[in-house]
């Protein structure tokens, strides 16, 4: 069994900046790419960033694209989710997820197997 422990939300300004981690528990980790997807309040889950299991080349959403950046550190099986000029509209719980699927695509969440249960992250003045 897989498990996935987010960390590093919490209440900041428009403009700041945080750190997202998740750490993940088996040795599943460095073989599959990983995700981050983010649900805001009173909406549908939407995807954020994924990384391959190599690290190599890196997906966003259109409305983090330039703002946010994923990476991973297989040796501590962490992956990071880099999150600058935070926008009240980035307001949501992130979760990180294991892609052992890949019937889709990157962007699409029914290609994730494992979820953690999620960081709060609030943008507000």
């Known amino acids: 069994q897989v498990q996935l422990v987010e960390s590093g939300g919490g209440l900041v300004q428009p403009g700041d900046s945080l750190r997202l981690s998740c750490v993940a528990s088996g040795r599943i980790f460095s073989s599959y790419s990983m995700g981050w997807f983010r649900q805001p309040p009173g909406k549908e889950r939407e995807f954020v960033a994924a990384?391959?299991?190599?690290?190599?080349?890196?997906y966003y959403a259109d409305s983090v694209k330039g703002r946010f950046t994923i990476s991973r550190d297989n040796a501590k099986n962490t992956v990071y989710l880099q999150m600058n000029s935070l926008k009240p509209e980035d307001t949501a719980i992130y979760h990180c997820?294991?892609?052992?699927?890949?019937?889709?695509?990157?962007?699409?969440?029914?290609?994730?197997?494992?979820w953690g249960q999620g960081t709060q992250v609030t943008v507000s003045s």
């Open positions: 990384i391959p299991w190599s690290g190599g080349s890196t």
């Open positions: 997820a294991v892609r052992r699927d890949i019937t889709h695509s990157y962007y699409d969440a029914r290609d994730y197997t494992y």
